[in-house]
């Protein structure tokens, strides 16, 4: 009996989170968790932070141990000066160890660098993949709430025309409308009743677009408040913005790396054309036998050894001009990049400043079709206005409140998409957003 109570209780209290609304740092924090692209790119980052130690390991000391054993017959047949043929079954076994110590070799230190960074490089993508998570989770969170956002006004404007279609008929019962009328009304309805089950396919694809993210699929989420801060990009000047861009935007980061270590590889293969010199140590222990009889040798050895590349079909030439053309290629690249980056943020900072006036202009066009849609209904209740004139007018102002409900969720995600395109996006800013929900 306590089991089951134990077992309802917590099924009980599993059912009641999934129905609490969750909140935007409640999102971000399963996603930081959960999210498989972060959770790719974080192991991507640790896989690259030991190119560095991949790349000291060549200039640090080798030591190699090699070991054999043999089983070995020989059986000579005839005289040779006068000893007549004889056999010898015997074992040979023995080992070598070698030691190399790179003194110089100017391909590995420029290996060296090259790996430094591209352990930068790599800090780099994974700062972007966790700035593209916060837009991600960002985007994802307020598609949700405006599909269902969508939905209510698709189950008022049901409502609204169900109302409508009721009156109409009785007042075409009772003679004081036409036929006209109730059809109307009642298409008007049929179309609402098509749009609230649309909605909901909408709601649900979008929370599934959320569970892709975070691993879980959470039941609804809490919604912004009726009220929330505008503010125009700080600091609200464009170029401001686009000069911190070109200074700390990561994809731009990113680029510039590669184009370093693009710079550096010609650098590396250009080494083919000059010597390495390395410090060479043996030591050898050997037992073998033979007709003769057994015999043990050590044997060791210790020295330098220049290695001096004299002529190699021209393969250091032809890679070392692939790697001018590749670094080439790496500075056209960036350029281009830098170039989309100005038009991105230019285009974020835009877009904010946009989103602003066209919040204000959905709340003036909310408020007027409110107005009008009081009107029409007061005509319609003289005589005046038709069923159909009440039912446009309703669908008006249900458009304008989902006009403006999205505005706000744009200027949002603009307001986030800006500090991307700046390379300053962090945790924080969604936190700043947490404080505006309800």
């Given at each position: 009996?306590?089991k ?16 609490q609304?969750e909140?935007?740092?409640?999102v ?21 932070v ?20 043999s089983?070995?017959?020989i ?9 007549p ?11 070598s160890l ?6 110089y070799?100017h391909?590995l ?9 591209t352990?930068?490089?790599a ?9 593209t998570?916060?837009l ?14 969508t ?49 909901k ?12 993210i975070?691993g ?9 408040a ?7 990009p700080?600091?609200?000047?464009i ?18 790396y590669?184009?370093k ?10 080494a ?11 030591y ?12 043990h ?21 032809y ?8 670094y ?16 991105d ?5 835009h877009n904010v ?21 009081e ?6 209740e003289?005589g ?9 007018a ?45």
């Amino acid at each position: 009996m306590y089991k089951f109570l134990y077992i309802f209780t917590l099924c009980l209290a599993a059912s009641l989170n999934s129905l609490q609304a969750e909140g935007l740092s409640e999102v971000f924090n399963q996603a930081l968790v959960r999210d498989a692209q972060i959770r790719e790119a974080r192991a991507n980052f640790e896989a690259s932070v030991l190119a560095r130690p991949l790349a000291r390991a060549s200039l640090l000391p080798q030591v190699s141990l090699t070991a054999e054993t043999s089983d070995n017959y020989i059986k000579t047949v005839g005289n040779t000066f006068g000893v007549p043929g004889s056999s010898a079954d015997y074992n040979s076994h023995g080992f070598s160890l070698r030691l190399d110590q790179p003194l110089y070799n100017h391909g590995l230190y420029v290996q060296l660098r090259q790996a430094k960074n591209t352990v930068a490089k790599a800090q780099a993508v994974l700062d972007a993949s966790e700035q593209t998570l916060i837009l991600r989770v960002a985007e994802a969170y307020f598609n949700v709430l405006g599909a269902e956002d969508t939905l209510t006004f698709a189950r008022s404007e049901k409502e609204a025309s169900q109302r409508q279609h009721e009156q109409a008929k009785i007042r075409f019962e009772v003679g004081l409308a036409a036929i006209t009328d109730m059809k109307d009304a009642q298409a008007v309805y049929d179309q609402a009743v098509a749009a609230e089950i649309d909605a909901k396919i909408t709601v649900e694809l979008a929370l599934d677009e959320l569970a892709v993210i975070i691993g879980d699929r959470i039941q609804q989420v809490t919604p912004l408040a009726s009220k929330m801060p505008l503010s125009r990009p700080n600091p609200d000047y464009i170029e401001d913005w686009v000069e911190t861009a070109l200074q700390q935007n990561l994809s731009l980061l990113i680029n510039n790396y590669d184009t370093k270590i693009a710079k550096q590889e010609i650098a590396k293969r250009q080494a083919g054309y000059l010597p390495t010199l390395d410090i060479i140590a043996t030591y050898n222990d050997s037992d073998t036998g033979g007709i003769s009889g057994s015999r043990h040798s050590k044997s060791s050895r210790i020295g330098l050894e220049l290695s001096l590349p004299i002529f190699q079909g021209g393969r250091t030439y032809y890679t070392s001009k692939e790697g001018s053309y590749l670094y080439q290629a790496a500075q056209e690249s960036n350029a281009q990049l830098r170039r989309e980056v100005t038009r991105d943020t230019r285009t974020a900072y835009h877009n904010v400043v946009a989103d602003i006036s066209r919040i204000e202009a959905f709340a003036r066009a909310t408020e007027s079709a409110q107005l009008a849609a009081e009107a029409t209904e007061l005509g319609f209740e003289v005589g005046t206005r038709n069923s159909v004139d009440v039912l446009l007018a309703q669908r008006r102002l249900f458009q304008a409140k989902r006009n403006h409900a999205r505005a706000r969720y744009d200027y949002l995600i603009d307001s986030l998409r800006l500090k991307q395109a700046a390379g300053i996006l962090s945790s924080t800013d969604l936190f700043e957003i947490e404080a505006w929900l309800q």
